[in-house]
């Protein structure tokens, strides 16, 4: 009987060691039913009890569903893939600046060497002048 009792304590302070470590890492928004002062003060006055009525009563959904800390993969994370698809955008408009930038400097060759300037008329090449004669 004793060591039944001696047991009973052992597991009861461990609950209440364990609740008590939870209660204080979880966020004060995401406690639900009392504030964490008051569920320190449950935890602490009724230990076995007060254990159990914040895994029902006011330990946060959320850490229930997600341990806290757990990461996902950045395929299932909606934010990377949200800024993933603006930094492809962003590479894709600056390729195709790049592109245009280039392809107006071609341009601008090829109308600079479709137009030449006319040759400048030399004097000597003129035959036809009065001033010349045979």
């Known amino acids: 009987m004793v060591r039944l009792l001696i047991f009973a304590a052992v597991v009861s302070v461990a609950l209440m060691i364990y609740t008590l470590i939870e209660c204080s890492r979880a966020p004060r928004h995401l406690i ?3 504030p964490k002062p008051a569920w320190f003060v449950v935890i602490i006055l009724l230990p076995l009890i007060g254990a159990v ?3 029902v009563l006011g330990r946060p959904q959320s850490s229930a569903n997600q341990p806290a800390g757990q990461q996902t993969a950045p395929d299932d994370d909606e934010d ?3 800024q993933l698809e ?8 600056e390729a195709d600046t790049k ?3 280039q392809e107006l400097k071609d341009q601008g060759k090829i109308q600079k060497n479709t137009n030449p300037e006319p040759p400048a008329k030399s004097e000597d ?3 036809d ?3 010349t004669k045979s």
Do not use: G, K, N
């Open 129 to 131: 002048s009065p001033d």
């Open 53 to 55: 009525l914040w895994f």
């Open 99 to 101: 592109a245009r930038e």
């Open 32 to 34: 639900r039913s009392l």
């Open 80 to 82: 990377f893939l949200r």
């Open 125 to 127: 090449t003129d035959t």
């Open 86 to 93: 603006v930094w492809r955008r962003q590479q894709q408009r």
